[in-house]
C-alpha cells in the first residue's frame, strides 16, 4: 500500500455517526456531509439518497443546497462528502468517480462488507484521479 500524501482526523463521535447512518440505511446506500473549519471537522449532516436501489447514492438537490447554504452562512466549509457501501469495499466506484462533483472535499465510504467490522477511508477525487487520504 502506498503510502497518503494527505491526512484527515476523524473525530470518533462523528466516525461513530457515520457507521450508524450506514447501519440504518443498509441494504441502501447513505450520504452526507461534514462541515468544519481549517481542516476540522464539527458537523455532521445527514442527507436524503434519492437513488433507488442498493449500489448508488445521490443527494436530494434542494435538501443539498439548503444545508450547504447553512454551513457557509456560519462561516464553516463542507469539507467532507461521505456514503456507504453496503456490501463492497470501501473505494469509489467508476460512478463515484463520475460524481465526485467537490474536488476540494474528501470522500469518504462507509463499507459495510463485514457488518461487524465498518472500514472508513479516505479519498480526493479530481477530475477521474483517486488519491487515498489517511483517515486517523
Not at 31 to 51: D, F, P, S, W
Not at 60 to 70: A, I, L, T
Amino acid at each position: 500500500m502506498t503510502e497518503a500524501a494527505e491526512r484527515l482526523i476523524l473525530p470518533e463521535a462523528i466516525r461513530a455517526e457515520i457507521i450508524a447512518h450506514a447501519r440504518d440505511h443498509a441494504p441502501r446506500e447513505c450520504c452526507g456531509v461534514i462541515a468544519g473549519k481549517n481542516g476540522e471537522l464539527t458537523q455532521l449532516h445527514r442527507l436524503t439518497n434519492t437513488e433507488p436501489g442498493n449500489t448508488r447514492y445521490r443527494f436530494d438537490d434542494e435538501e443539498f443546497y439548503k444545508r450547504y447554504w447553512e454551513i457557509e452562512n456560519q462561516g464553516d466549509e463542507l469539507l467532507v462528502v461521505y456514503h456507504s457501501h453496503p456490501e463492497t469495499v470501501a473505494y469509489p466506484s467508476q460512478t463515484d468517480v463520475a460524481f465526485a462533483f467537490w474536488p476540494e472535499a474528501v470522500y469518504l465510504i462507509c463499507s459495510l462488507e463485514y457488518p461487524e467490522a465498518p472500514v472508513i477511508r479516505g479519498y480526493r477525487i479530481v477530475d477521474g484521479a483517486i488519491a487515498e487520504v489517511a483517515v486517523e
